[in-house]
């Protein structure tokens, strides 16, 4: 009898043991994996310029002979208003007019008129604000847009439209009152996302199983000075809610990569130099001599001039060299600082700098391919070591894995040897040399993105320092570099 409570005893410490490890062996592993964040930072491009959607406008020329019937009643479904006599039109000279104007409070409106597109497409069109956008829009016949009265959302059916055919809409409003306010956009235009994916078929892994574009639940985006997102990551992380940069791709290769959860950290600006703006901590004067054989001293770390002819005394601006750097990277510094208050569902478990991206050089002259290499240009390959130097001890990551993305712009094609892009280009090429930099042999590797450039006619848009703002473009730039810190990480295991 006395060995029963006994055993009894022992089986109950065992179990209490066993427990006690369980949770002391998670509390182990919670310290040995912390969350892994990236840092990423350049200038625009970085930031995200490359579109998700053709981007929406709101009713102009396209639209005319816009005329509002007005009938007795209320709505009815069954009844074929176009058949009807209304009781009063209404004619508009211009969307412009149209605007300004309320809806009837009384009976049923329809409005009609015509859309003439100067480009074929497929357009998408929303018409209505608040109560007016409880309506069925009709364009050629065919319904493109509906929204019933206990709706919450619309349904919209995109239409093609061959440019320079005049069609008619009509629009039938479900309610009184509102205005005549609209949007259309093209759903197929060249380079967006949504034609790169949903027309083209190109990275899959941004839709879910039924053909949505759907966030990652294991990188989360965080931006600090633009872009600044704080979400899961997916588009809409670049410059604005429909634009991406080089964080979609790069992230969901990281993403894949680790078991720990994945922060993506981005600090950028638009409209900067490496050589002024971007310029490290520690960086020194330098000079150059013009062609007109003109010595300037260029500004070194904390100056508050750009330049200034050498022997004179510089006028100071308000801004300093390195200005952005500060700016941007003590951005970075404060979510770091506060890593439990910005990220408290991992407020237990720490974080790792996992690694850094740069995608730079166009306000450097990366974009003149033609002519000598300007100041900035020739100082660039020792202003971007300098960059990698610093980040790393000021971020207190020694061997952490950098990755530089190089200028593209026009595929590289028409470079001069010599010019401002041939030589940042080089330049950026060169850090990851190991023989010239063997302090950087394993641990930086350079992108050479040129073969990502698309042009014009294959893009959104006509814009060539931003890549035309071709999807395709900025997702094959951070799959680039996804791909190059995973081969990085992979040496740094080995």
């Avoid at 490359?50 to 396209?62: A, D, H, V, Y």
């Avoid at 407020?347 to 003149?368: L, S």
């Avoid at 300007?374 to 001890?393: D, M, Q, V």
């Amino acid at each position: 009898m006395t060995q029963e409570p006994k055993s009894h005893a022992r089986h109950c410490l065992l179990f209490l043991t066993l427990i006690a490890s369980l949770f002391c062996g998670y509390a182990a592993t919670a310290k040995e994996a912390p969350v892994k964040v990236y840092i990423l930072a350049g200038q625009s491009n970085m930031v995200g310029i490359g579109q998700f959607t053709g981007g929406s406008k709101g009713w102009e020329g396209e639209f005319s002979g816009l005329e509002l019937s007005n009938y007795p009643g209320s709505y009815d479904a069954s009844v074929d208003y176009a058949a009807m006599q209304p009781t009063k039109v209404i004619p508009y000279e211009n969307t412009q007019t149209a605007r300004k104007e309320s809806l009837p409070q009384e009976g049923v409106n329809v409005l009609r008129g015509f859309i003439e597109m100067p480009e074929s497409g497929v357009y998408e069109f929303k018409s209505g604000w608040a109560g007016s956008s409880h309506n069925i829009m009709r364009v050629d016949g065919q319904e493109t847009y509906r929204k019933e009265l206990d709706a919450k959302e619309a349904t919209t059916t995109p239409v093609q439209i061959k440019a320079g055919k005049k069609v008619p809409f009509e629009i039938t409003y479900l309610k009184t009152g509102g205005n005549m306010v609209g949007w259309f956009g093209r759903t197929d235009l060249p380079g967006t996302l949504q034609t790169v994916v949903l027309k083209e078929g190109k990275f899959p892994y941004l839709l879910d199983a039924e053909g949505n574009f759907a966030p990652r639940d294991d990188v989360w985006y965080r931006g600090v000075v633009t872009a600044t997102g704080n979400k899961w990551l997916n588009y809409g992380c670049g410059g604005n809610a429909s634009s991406i940069g080089a964080e979609l791709g790069f992230g969901h290769k990281v993403g894949d990569l680790h078991d720990e959860p994945v922060i993506l950290l981005k600090t950028s600006q638009g409209n900067r130099s490496l050589g002024w703006d971007f310029l490290p901590p520690g960086s020194e004067r330098f000079e150059f001599t013009d062609e007109a054989g003109v010595t300037w001293v260029h500004a070194g770390y904390k100056d508050t001039a750009e330049r200034w002819v050498k022997g004179t005394e510089p006028t100071p601006i308000p801004w300093y060299g390195g200005k952005q750097y500060d700016e941007c990277f003590d951005a970075a510094k404060d979510v770091l600082a506060n890593f439990d208050k910005e990220f408290p569902q991992w407020a237990d478990r720490g974080y790792e700098i996992a690694g850094f991206g740069w995608w730079q050089g166009h306000k450097d002259g990366g974009q003149q391919g033609d002519g000598k290499a300007g100041p900035l240009a020739t100082r660039y390959e020792h202003n971007l070591a300098h960059l990698i130097r610093t980040l790393r001890s000021e971020f207190n990551a020694p061997d952490a894995p950098f990755v530089v993305a190089t200028c593209g712009f026009e595929g590289g094609e028409g470079w001069e040897p010599g010019s401002s892009a041939d030589t940042i280009f080089k330049a950026q090429m060169a850090v990851s040399d190991p023989v010239k930099y063997p302090e950087f042999a394993g641990n930086v590797m350079s992108v050479d993105i040129r073969p990502f450039y698309r042009p014009s006619e294959q893009s959104p848009r006509k814009q060539g320092f931003h890549y035309h703002g071709n999807a395709e473009t900025y997702m094959l730039v951070g799959e680039a570099m996804g791909q190059a810190m995973l081969r990085l990480k992979c040496a740094e295991s080995q």
